[in-house]
């Protein structure tokens, strides 16, 4: 990763995040509606690379049918899916 923190303007409203390390902790902490709900932001607001670094394909696949449907996010992690979807992450 690069020197800047991408974790900042990901979570502008919630600076419990901004740290990687402790991200890291809450996303191994179990608590799956809390990982579902960090893993839906960066599917919004994060870039591809910076998602699959927290993020496994399977994972994605399974909680991009909660992106709205009309929605320029959903369409391009549909498509990511589509043509890396035989990968495993």
């Not at 419990?16 to 996303?27: C, N, P």
């Not at 191994?28 to 496994?56: N, P």
Request: avoid cysteine; glycine fraction near 4%; charged fraction near 30%.
């Amino acid at each position: 990763m690069s020197d800047t923190n991408y974790l900042i303007p990901l979570f502008w409203d919630q600076p419990q995040f901004r740290d990687a390390e402790k991200l890291r902790q809450v996303l191994l902490s179990g608590d799956a509606s809390l990982r579902r709900w960090i893993l839906l932001r960066f599917l919004q607001y994060a870039r591809v690379k910076e998602t699959f670094v927290w993020f496994t394909l399977d994972e994605i696949r399974e909680v991009v049918p909660d992106l709205p449907a009309r929605s320029a996010d959903r369409k391009k992690w549909e498509r990511l899916l589509e043509v890396y979807g035989s990968a495993r992450g």
